[in-house]
């Protein structure tokens, strides 16, 4: 018999004590105790909005600073570690000169500029991706942007025509992103 069949075989209302109960079914007597925590969503939605909110507003504040003005500008009580850990789930950090950004790692890779000799002279020949992470009402997500650096884009009012006219790229010869790597 598993651990919770003999949880439930303890009774708090019986002629053994719980202890000796614990005791005879060779389980802890504090699982019998224990009620797990629902987590509040609402309350960790309302967090991760105010720091959002003020890592836009003043990106170089870290994770005490943070912490002090939720405390005090907004009076919720958090603590760093929660704090720490809601900011690494959104990929937060505080904006700040890192020691030795200017000296390169003689070890990594160097990435050619595949776009320098090339003329975009037509749609579909060479398009940018970038990812974003935004707020959205009571949630968090991602904005994904695919850019073609010939053609500009324009609303016309129906989405269909847009998705089928524009979202064509899987015929692209060149998608460049921002973080060093071209795909050909």
Excluded: F
Excluded at 103 to 126: A, F, G, S
Excluded at 129 to 140: A, E, F, P, Q, V
């Amino acid at each position: 018999m598993g651990v919770t069949g003999r949880l439930n075989l303890v009774t708090k209302n019986d002629k053994l004590s719980v202890t000796r109960q614990c005791e005879l079914l060779e389980i802890n007597r504090t699982s019998v105790y224990y009620t797990p925590v629902e987590q509040d969503h609402d309350r960790e939605n309302e967090i991760k909005n105010r720091l959002d909110y003020g890592h836009t507003k003043m990106p170089y504040l870290g994770v005490r600073k943070l912490r002090n003005r939720l405390q005090i500008e907004d009076h919720i009580a958090v603590g760093c570690k929660l704090i720490k850990r809601y900011m690494d789930e959104m990929g937060i950090y505080a904006v700040y000169p890192k020691p030795n950004l200017s000296k390169r790692n003689m070890q990594h890779k160097i990435y050619p500029y595949l776009l320098r000799n090339i003329d975009i002279n037509r749609p579909n020949h060479v398009r940018s991706i970038d990812i974003t992470y935004i707020r959205m009402g009571r949630s968090h997500m991602y904005l994904t942007a695919i850019i073609d650096w010939y053609v500009v884009i324009l609303w016309d009012g129906n989405c269909q025509t847009l998705l089928t006219r524009h979202l064509s790229w899987l015929r692209l010869k060149r998608l460049s992103a921002d973080m060093g790597s071209q795909k050909s």
